[in-house]
């Protein structure tokens, strides 16, 4: 399974929420920049950024510094937040970004994630941000009237390869992820699902190699010191073969 340790920006920071509350933001890196370059020599192949102003705003807002980090360091980057127009797809990627994350736009306008699939298939993410099961947009500002799972087979017949799942309830709370969510997720679609929000510990990061999930984000927990970045990489690497999960 791939650990992807993230960075979300809001006014030029990184920074933490709870449940996807913006009013909850706080500090928890001096620079992005350098909380990059320190996932990466702690052995992560793939970070996960989010634009959250540009989230907010449905515009890039914070593109200047994601790029910083692009030149700064060797991993993989994936890039959401305010992607909402084939301009911005291609400004990213032709910047060197690997993946993009469309959000709002797969409830808002399922012809442009067809778009930007049709474009670069294997780059492209969609994130499914359920509260109670339905779908959030806009920064987690609004809450739609559809189901997680319909959204996930939605996307999956317009060709999306990669699903990140976040129930809202569970993220920067370090309480477990939603275990009976992603693995009801994982059995709808033949997407590969990448559970974000809730990783807490390395049991955390046991369980969902036990669902046979394609990627973690971690987030808070390595910020606040209950998840060791190299060590989550280690166990997500190897719990599959060893069957050593079972005891943590």
């Not at 993230?6 to 890196?29: C, E």
Request: charged letters at 25%; glycine letters at 10%.
């Amino acid at each position: 399974m791939l650990i992807l340790p993230a960075i979300d920006l809001k006014d030029g920071t990184p920074v933490r929420l709870y449940r996807g509350d913006y009013a909850t933001a706080h500090q928890v890196a001096e620079s992005a920049v350098e909380t990059a370059i320190g996932f990466e020599k702690a052995g992560a192949k793939f970070i996960h950024m989010v634009d959250l102003d540009g989230a907010k705003d449905g515009r890039m807002v914070n593109s200047d510094l994601i790029l910083e980090v692009r030149r700064s360091c060797g991993v993989k980057i994936e890039v959401g937040g305010g992607i909402r127009s084939m301009e911005t797809v291609e400004y990213y990627v032709e910047h060197g970004i690997d993946r993009v994350i469309l959000g709002s736009a797969a409830v808002r306008d399922p012809d442009f994630v067809r778009e930007v699939v049709k474009n670069y298939p294997d780059r492209t993410a969609v994130s499914i941000d359920a509260r109670d099961g339905m779908v959030s947009a806009d920064g987690w500002t609004d809450t739609s009237e559809v189901r997680y799972i319909d959204l996930a087979k939605r996307m999956e017949d317009i060709g999306v390869k990669y699903i990140i799942f976040t129930d809202i309830s569970k993220d920067g709370m370090l309480s477990g992820p939603n275990l009976t969510m992603l693995d009801e997720l994982k059995a709808s679609v033949r997407c590969s699902i990448i559970a974000s929000g809730g990783v807490a510990n390395l049991k955390d990061i046991i369980n969902l190699t036990d669902l046979d999930i394609y990627g973690a984000i971690c987030g808070k927990a390595i910020y606040s010191g209950s998840l060791d970045l190299k060590q989550a990489i280690e166990v997500a690497h190897a719990a599959k073969h060893t069957g050593k999960g079972a005891n943590l």
